[in-house]
Nanobody, 126 residues
Framework: VQLQASGGGLMQPGGSLRLSCIVS????????VGWFRQAPGKEREFVAV????????YYTNSVKGRFAISRDNAKNTVALQMSSLKPEDTAIYYC????????????????????WGQGTQVTVSS
């Protein structure tokens, strides 16, 4: 299984970006797919996860109302639409997939994930 993240870039505060994660090797419908980020000098943190069983997204508090996660299983893609971007959103963003079935709160823990993409840089700056 491979994950390919793309869509990062440089954006001004208040702007929007859309990240995409393409899953290959197995259907994306086999996984819950999450996004994590790591800023310079900081630990990796959970951003959002899309549950395959309920077609529902869960978010860390700092991005609620600004970010939206969605999936298109026909294209084996999970997207993260980011709006109202802030400088503190600057980080490398990683997508990850987990095949096991866990309660939602467990999926906030990156160690539960089986596969990781290579990361895409998001920089929010004026």
């Amino acid at each position: 299984v491979q994950l390919q993240a793309s869509g990062g870039g440089l954006m001004q505060p208040g702007g929007s970006l859309r990240l995409s994660c393409i899953v290959s090797g197995r259907p994306s419908s086999s996984f819950d797919v999450g996004w994590f980020r790591q800023a310079p000098g900081k630990e990796r943190e959970f951003v959002a996860v899309h549950r395959r069983s309920t077609n529902t997204g869960y978010y860390t508090n700092s991005v609620k109302g600004r970010f939206a996660i969605s999936r298109d299983n026909a294209k084996n893609t999970v997207a993260l639409q980011m709006s109202s971007l802030k400088p503190e959103d600057t980080a490398i963003y990683y997508c990850a997939a987990v095949g096991g079935r866990y309660i939602s709160s467990v999926l906030f823990d990156g160690t539960r994930y089986d596969y990781w993409g290579q990361g895409t840089q998001v920089t929010v700056s004026s």
